[in-house]
């Protein structure tokens, strides 16, 4: 079992910037990949951005290349989005995920094992 809190989501203006954190139990974080997801009212969760076990791969979706940046710190277990540049589309609840068993994948929620309780982030126009 692997318990994750994030923290950081909030109110912000178009152009702001938030940076989220993911804090996460358990001694063997450094096995996992992580991910951010967002899920907005009425959609599905969509993926956001994932980093390998190592730290040294990642990947995010396109809407958000070049504004947003996953990081990983093992010895403090936590993973981090900084996003700038926000837009109102960015709006929606954020979940972090561990991917116990990584093998490359990324980009689907069912690669993902468990779950953040989210945090919600609304860019106002």
């Known amino acids: 079992q692997v318990q994750l809190v994030e923290s950081g989501g909030g109110l912000v203006q178009a152009g702001g910037s938030l940076r989220l954190s993911c804090a996460a139990s358990?001694?063997?974080?450094?096995?996992?990949?992580l991910g951010w997801f967002r899920q907005a009212p009425g959609k599905e969760r969509e993926f956001v951005a994932g980093?390998?076990?190592?730290?040294?791969?990642?990947d995010d979706t396109d809407s958000v290349k070049g504004r947003f940046t996953i990081s990983r710190d093992n010895a403090k277990n936590t993973v981090t989005l900084q996003m700038n540049s926000l837009k109102p589309e960015d709006t929606a609840v954020y979940y972090c995920?561990?991917?116990?068993?990584?093998?490359?994948?990324?980009?689907?929620?069912?690669?993902?094992?468990?779950w953040g309780q989210g945090t919600q982030v609304t860019v106002s126009s």
């Open positions: 995920g561990v991917n116990i068993d990584y093998r490359g994948r990324l980009k689907s929620p069912g690669e993902y094992d468990f």
């Open positions: 358990g001694r063997t974080f450094s096995n996992y990949a």
């Open positions: 980093i390998s076990p190592s730290g040294r791969s990642t």
